[in-house]
């Protein structure tokens, strides 16, 4: 080498330097690959991706050939560096040298390539794999030799370098990674995979027709009755029942029952022949699993039970799918069937109002991880049965009680217009 001319010393320098940046970038790029989208591209039989997920099965070996590369590179390049300076210098101008080396190293096959890796990891990663692959194959013996010792140490304190473990993502993270999709995902499309993700946070009770709302058959009441509710119901499937809801018969078909009423066959008796036994859920299943369910037992509607027994909603299918897709109604009045726009801005309410309902079809915000209707938060946090005119502030929201009855609120005001989103507490 020191036979070679002060030209040939610098074309060598800088095809090192190049070297130096070329490892650098590989090793930064080939780590910041995104590693599902590497296995989808993989999927995708992609070359590119397919050679660097072989790779990356043992980054041990990977970043060992890297290191390995890099380091004879940089240390090779600083002799060379050193050499050059004696020739032109002196002894005395080593130091300096080897400063100005640094630098060039530092701006030129370090700080530049990887930023540049880590900006487009896929277009420095995918190329640098036609050279890696191949160079780990011819280097192995002294990769073998460097990662077996390296090993030897990790082992020493507890790593075992063979556990290359797998990235998974639990629930929240998913949800980050959807919430940060941006633009590459409609937002009609990232609300619903949320919503989905969200399912097993919400259980049957926040979503149930209470129990003193369920609509539905008593063969014990008179034929003029019964015939006009099953003409005008608005729900293809009611509950047929004796008394109260609590002697539940079935679930009726009621377009089977109005095909059977146009032929003249409708009575009381073919109605009871003609339900379906009812199905019941315990109270606190989570909407995921509860899909699943209704999917498994091929219903669509069910009755919410409790410990004891006792009924205390009623749940469809519909109620869940909206869950993830929104409201299928439009209108706030169909949507919720108890809210009223006033010409102020604000809304009357029934106390009756599921609150998860009201979020989501009003993008409010009112709390939902205690009492499921407006009626149960105010009075959770009233702690008694308020007087008309009465007002009170809920998680920014200014409440006003409209009126009242001997057991709960009955009709209550918000104004979205007065919303203070600093205020959390009455």
Excluded: C
């Excluded at 050939?65 to 004696?86: K, Q, R």
């Excluded at 020493?156 to 993270?173: K, M």
């Excluded at 009423?261 to 699993?289: C, H, K, M, W």
Aim: no cysteine; aromatic share 6%.
């Amino acid at each position: 080498m020191s036979d070679a001319s002060t030209a040939t010393l610098f074309i060598i320098l800088f095809f090192l330097i190049l070297l130096s940046a070329f490892f650098s970038a590989s090793e930064t790029a080939m780590l910041s690959l995104n590693r599902y989208r590497l296995r989808h591209l993989s999927n995708m039989q992609h070359r590119g991706a397919l050679r660097a997920s072989r790779l990356l099965d043992r980054p041990d070996r990977l970043i060992g050939l890297i290191l390995l590369g890099n380091n004879f590179v940089n240390i090779l390049a600083s002799s060379i560096g050193t050499l050059i300076a004696l020739r032109f210098f002196g002894e005395g101008a080593i130091a300096i040298a080897a400063g100005v080396l640094t630098l060039v190293i530092l701006i030129f096959g370090e700080v530049t390539p990887k930023t540049l890796a880590v900006l487009h990891p896929e277009r420095v990663a995918f190329p640098a794999s036609l050279i890696l692959e191949p160079l780990l194959k011819i280097s192995s013996p002294i990769v073998w030799l460097v990662n077996g010792m390296a090993n030897g140490l990790l082992r020493i304190i507890g790593v075992s370098p063979d556990a290359v473990t797998r990235e998974h993502l639990n629930a929240e993270e998913l949800r980050t990674v959807v919430s940060e999709a941006a633009a590459m995902i409609p937002q009609r499309h990232k609300s619903m995979l949320i919503n989905i993700l969200d399912l097993e946070k919400v259980t049957v009770e926040d979503i149930m027709v209470p129990r003193n709302e369920i609509i539905g058959i008593d063969l014990d009441n008179d034929w003029g009755q019964i015939l006009p509710l099953l003409s005008n119901s608005q729900h293809t499937r009611l509950p047929v029942y004796r008394d109260n809801i609590e002697n539940v018969v079935g679930f009726l078909d009621v377009r089977a029952a109005l095909n059977l009423l146009s032929t003249g066959e409708l009575d009381q008796d073919s109605i009871a022949a003609a339900v379906r036994s009812p199905y019941f859920i315990p109270e606190g299943t989570p909407l995921n699993t509860q899909l699943l369910n209704f999917q498994r037992q091929k219903r669509r509607v069910g009755l919410v039970v409790d410990e004891y027994g006792d009924i205390r909603g009623l749940v469809t299918l519909e109620d869940i799918l909206e869950e993830i897709v929104g409201e299928f109604s439009s209108g706030v009045s169909a949507t919720i069937g108890e809210v009223r726009s006033e010409e102020d801005g604000s809304y009357l309410i029934d106390g009756s109002a599921n609150i998860r309902a009201l979020n989501r079809t009003m993008n409010w915000n009112l709390p939902t991880d205690g009492p499921k209707t407006l009626n149960g938060l105010l009075l959770e946090y009233l702690e008694s049965i308020p007087e008309p005119g009465t007002s009170i502030m809920i998680s920014g929201y200014p409440i006003e009680i409209v009126q009242t009855t001997e057991s709960g609120v009955k009709l209550a005001r918000i104004n979205p217009s007065l919303v203070n989103r600093s205020t959390t507490a009455a």
